[in-house]
């Protein structure tokens, strides 16, 4: 499940990487501004992306997940394949609107699949597993993308990797199973056949969203995590969008060799770094969500740092050496902060909680960051020239310190949150076996 999951996550975000690899040649293909960049690579996604994820997320806490990721699947295939017929700037902007909404079913649905099949202690270790996916996408999309521009255009590029979408949406029917649909183990239907290991079985009926909304926001550490996620994506996805351009204008990159070394630090240094703190929060930190907490504000707070000293390099190699560690520091928080998610909210809204964190992190992150940057980058253009980009994206680095505080201060509420959850999901799941039992009784 975690290997089908994991591809399908890689193809996901592998359409993003190569949109920011292909931005200078669409920009001279089409006569677009960076600040039009900025607008199809950010909020004209993150809108349709995070308000479409909403509803998507709902049916998932009550629906067939493996469904969703199947039909989600084949609609944002499409989707992208589409981008390489447009040939004006809203027609890309409608089609990339119709990405996002495919888009949007793929990671809810799977973070609420790997809840159910892995306890607490093993979450922090399969969920790093499953985020492989984000730096398989480096690995493979960086090389893939930036060869295939080279080849075949930024046009054929989006073509071929719409495509594998459709045999990936069969693979996700066929072959994964949805723990719901299998026949009770035990009396009263407490817990699920198989492998199906969740703590409580306090997914009875579907909650209300207003109930949805106060579990949620009464939960001081998910909205210290809902804020620091926003925080850091607004700045993150600003300089990550951006990156490659940063470095084919500043020193003069073809995007060929620009795809290899970004695959092979954001790959396997994004590979080693994710399976790395999945593993050691795991081993040395499980049942304690608190000091996992502290070492992601700590590592944050790092990232920040090496990403300012990159951009303050007239060095290229000395660049891509501070990127290389701070995308390995960087990626082993993936694990542990969603397992953390997971482990603070109840069964029955563990996909919409994910939901509900891209929807704030995208619009305000995905939608606003590579706008601010593409606009900040126009406004001192005066200035710097064609290394107007460079100060605009080193303007964002402190960014991460924000978020890495709020990681902190959840460092410190998440245990007291912790036991009010798993409180009341015992109080569901008892309340669940009795009525289940008083109903055989009568019958």
């Known amino acids: 499940m975690l290997g089908v999951l994991l591809i399908i996550q890689a193809f996901n975000y592998m359409d993003g ?7 200078q040649n669409i920009k001279v293909d ?3 501004t960076d600040t039009q960049l900025g607008l199809l690579t950010g909020i004209a996604f993150a809108l349709f992306y995070s308000v479409m994820g909403i509803p998507i997320a709902r049916w998932a806490d009550r629906g067939n997940r493996v469904l ?4 989600t699947t084949a609609l944002w295939s499409v989707a992208v394949a589409l981008c390489g017929v447009a040939s004006n700037f809203i027609q890309l902007l409608v089609i990339r609107a119709g990405v996002a ?5 793929c990671i809810p649905p799977a973070h609420s699949l790997i809840a159910d099949y892995f306890t607490r202690a093993e979450r922090p270790r399969a969920v790093g597993l499953y985020m492989l996916g984000a730096p398989l996408a480096s690995l493979v999309g960086y090389l893939v993308a930036g060869w295939l521009n080279q080849i075949y255009g930024w046009r054929g ?12 949406s ?7 199973k949805e723990p719901r649909l299998e026949r009770p183990a035990s009396h009263g239907g407490a817990t699920l056949a198989g492998t199906y290991k969740s703590e409580t079985m306090s997914a009875t009926a579907q909650p209300r969203v207003k109930e949805v909304i106060v579990t949620l926001w009464t939960n001081a550490t998910f909205r210290h995590l809902l804020l620091s996620f926003s925080i850091v994506y607004f700045f993150g996805y600003g300089i990550v969008q951006w990156q490659p351009a940063f470095f084919i204008r500043s020193y003069g990159m073809e995007t060929g060799p620009l795809g290899t070394l970004f695959a092979l630090i954001f790959g ?10 999945g593993v050691l929060a795991s081993r040395y930190a499980a049942y304690n969500e608190g000091l996992q907490l502290k070492v992601m504000a700590i590592a944050n707070v790092a990232y920040g740092i090496l990403l300012a000293l990159i951009y303050l390099s007239s060095n290229r190699h000395v660049a891509f050496a501070l990127l290389i560690v701070a995308t390995i520091g960087g990626a082993a928080t993936n694990g542990p902060l969603f397992a953390t998610i997971q482990t603070l909210i109840p069964q029955r809204m563990r996909a919409i909680s994910i939901a509900v964190i891209y929807l704030f992190a ?34 964002l680095c402190p960014g991460y310190l924000w978020g890495g505080w709020h990681l902190w201060c959840g460092s410190k509420t998440v245990a007291r949150d912790f036991e009010v959850t798993h409180a009341e999901s015992q109080i569901i799941a008892r309340a669940r076996i009795i009525e289940t039992e008083g109903t055989s009784t009568t019958a």
């Open 17 to 23: 990487l190569a949109l920011g690899l292909v931005l």
């Open 30 to 32: 089409l006569g677009l």
């Open 68 to 71: 969703i990721i199947s039909i």
């Open 101 to 105: 909404v495919g888009e949007a079913g």
């Open 157 to 168: 590029l989006f073509v071929l990797l719409g495509l594998p979408g459709l045999v990936l």
């Open 170 to 176: 069969a693979l996700a029917w066929f072959t994964l």
């Open 268 to 277: 396997l240094g994004g590979i080693f770094g994710t399976y790395m703190g």
């Open 362 to 395: 995208n619009l305000i992150g995905m939608g606003l960051g590579p706008l601010a940057a593409g606009a900040l980058s126009d406004a001192l253009r005066p200035l710097f020239g064609e290394e107007s980009l460079r100060y605009a994206l080193l303007v």
